[in-house]
Structures are given as structure tokens and as C-alpha cells.
């Protein structure tokens, strides 16, 4: 093989291909490795998962982002994108859950906030907080405040972690700390929020506890509020 197999991966996020039977944007490539064998082949070679997660699919999938603004690709694009990001994700995770205390080590219930469809970075944070030992309640898109609110009371959530990718829904996540606030919640669960469009000062903003620039910070950040929590 002479292209490097993250390259190779990163290729096939831009061109949509989940696995080898797909079509790709380039005519005449059904047949050959799409993400998902490509994923399988680099754990087997021994690549760390990381290095697979970042600079292959976050990479290609980010990638596919600067396209879309240049006006290069649509959302079309942008879908068969993001099956391939999932779909290499899906090969991924018994890879990365496991690493850690397998739950131990504190509770999250994570969504994508009210009128937001946007999943690719949650799923990659809910994998990473996984593997990293923390059990993780995935409420998935679109969830409305008191939802959240209602899981994470059920489950004697730690913290709840929210995600938007749109200026227009990240304003959602301060309904979540309001709700909190409202039922009286608020000391017991932290807040932490990412996604594109936010930023510490956001998250100072709105009250939440903090912000996490990717899903390494997701688990820095989880481990640094669960400490503060227990010093309590
Ligand atoms: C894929 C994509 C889509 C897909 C989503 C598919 C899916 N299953 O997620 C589809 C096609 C559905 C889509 C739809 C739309 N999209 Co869109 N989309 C994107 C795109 C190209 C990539 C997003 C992505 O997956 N990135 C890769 C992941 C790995 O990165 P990430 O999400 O940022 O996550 C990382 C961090 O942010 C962080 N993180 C994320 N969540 C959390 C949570 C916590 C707790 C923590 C700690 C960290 C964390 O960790 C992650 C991993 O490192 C972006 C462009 C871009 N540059 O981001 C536009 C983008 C987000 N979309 C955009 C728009 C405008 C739309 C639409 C309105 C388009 C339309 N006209 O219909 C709709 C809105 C639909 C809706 N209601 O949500 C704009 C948003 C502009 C804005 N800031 O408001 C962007 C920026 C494109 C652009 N430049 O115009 N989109």
C-alpha cells in the first residue's frame, strides 16, 4: 500500500465510502477498503485508536467541514460523510471502551441540545468518556432541557455534558442549567458543555461549569469536575 493508511482513511471520509461496496465521489472504487475495513486494518496494525479517531476520521470530518464552507461540497456530501465517520466509529469503540475503570468512575448523560442534529463530536466524546472509565448515558439529538434534566435526576448523574454545533441551538444549553436551577439540582450536577460554536467564556456565560475544546478535554475536564466535586 502506498498511501499511508490514515490518509487512506481520511480519503474515504471525504468521499463517503462506509465500506468497500460503496461508491465513492471518484467513480470505479466499490471493491476497494472503505472507512470501516480501513479503520479494522489500522487497530490490527497496531495504530492507536487516538491516533485513528483524530487524525483519521475527526481529521477527515473536519476536512469535509472546510469544504462545505468553500462551497465544494452540500449537505449531500456532508451526510455520506458522516455515515463514514460512524460507521468507522462503530469498529472503533469495543477498541476504546474497555481502556478504563468500565464505568467506575462517574456518572454523565450527554445529549445534543433541543433542534440540533449535529452527532459526529458528541459520539466521538461519548466513546472517549467510555474508554476512559466513566459511564455514560447517550440521550442522542435534538433533546429538549427538561429531558436531560429528567435523565440525569433518574440516574444520579455526576454530569451532564451537552453538545451544539449551531449558533442558533447553543443557546439551548443555558434552558439545561436553568432546569437544573429550578429543581433544585444544581450542586449536585455539574455542567459541561462543547461543540464548535462555544467557548469557555460561553460556558462562563450561561453558568455552566465548563467547556471542552475536544474529546480529550472532555475527559480532562470530567476528571478535574468529579475531583472539585469530591473535595466538596
Ligand atoms: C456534518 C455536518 C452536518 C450533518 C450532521 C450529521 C451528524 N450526524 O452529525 C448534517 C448534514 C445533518 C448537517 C446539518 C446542518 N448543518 Co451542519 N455541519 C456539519 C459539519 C460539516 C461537520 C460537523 C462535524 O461533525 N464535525 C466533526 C466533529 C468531530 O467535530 P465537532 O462536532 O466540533 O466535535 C468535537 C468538538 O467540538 C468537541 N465536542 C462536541 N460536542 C461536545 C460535547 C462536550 C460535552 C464536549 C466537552 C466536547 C464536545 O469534541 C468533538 C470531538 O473532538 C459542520 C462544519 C464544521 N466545520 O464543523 C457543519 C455546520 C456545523 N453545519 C452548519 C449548518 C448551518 C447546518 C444546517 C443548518 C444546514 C442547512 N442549511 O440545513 C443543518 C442544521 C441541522 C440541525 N438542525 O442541526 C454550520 C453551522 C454554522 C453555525 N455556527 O451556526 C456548519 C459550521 C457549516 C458551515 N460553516 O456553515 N450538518
Known amino acids: 500500500m502506498s498511501k499511508d493508511i490514515i490518509e487512506m482513511i481520511v480519503d474515504n471520509v471525504l468521499q463517503g465510502r ?3 461496496d460503496d461508491e465513492g465521489i471518484e467513480e470505479g472504487t466499490v471493491g476497494q477498503p472503505g472507512v470501516a475495513e480501513l479503520v479494522g486494518d489500522a487497530l490490527e496494525k497496531g495504530i492507536e485508536p487516538d491516533k485513528i479517531l483524530l487524525e483519521g476520521l475527526s481529521r477527515g470530518m473536519e476536512m469535509v467541514g472546510e469544504k462545505y464552507e ?6 449531500p456530501d456532508m451526510l455520506t460523510a458522516a455515515e463514514a465517520v460512524e460507521a468507522g466509529m462503530e469498529v472503533m469503540e469495543p477498541h476504546l471502551v474497555g481502556k478504563g475503570e468500565s464505568g467506575g468512575k462517574g456518572k454523565i448523560v450527554l445529549a445534543t441540545v433541543e433542534k440540533d442534529l449535529h452527532d459526529i463530536g458528541k459520539n466521538l466524546v461519548a466513546i472517549m468518556l467510555k474508554g476512559a472509565g466513566f459511564s455514560v448515558t447517550d440521550l442522542g439529538i435534538d433533546v429538549p432541557a427538561a429531558r436531560i434534566v429528567e435523565v440525569a435526576e433518574e440516574e444520579g448523574a455526576d454530569i451532564i455534558g451537552l453538545s451544539a454545533l449551531l449558533n442558533t441551538t447553543m443557546i439551548n444549553m443555558e ?3 436553568k432546569e437544573l436551577e429550578q429543581k433544585g439540582l444544581r450542586q449536585k450536577v455539574k455542567v459541561m458543555i462543547g461543540g464548535a460554536p462555544t467557548s469557555d467564556d460561553f ?3 450561561i453558568g455552566a461549569d465548563t467547556y471542552g475544546k475536544d474529546a480529550f478535554a472532555a475527559i480532562r475536564e470530567a476528571d478535574k469536575l468529579l475531583k472539585a466535586g469530591g473535595d466538596n
Not at 70 to 75: A, P
Request: charged fraction near 40%.
Open 70 to 75: 468553500s462551497g465544494e461540497y452540500f449537505i
Open 175 to 177: 434552558d439545561v442549567v
Open 203 to 205: 460556558a462562563r456565560e
Open 18 to 20: 462506509r465500506n468497500k
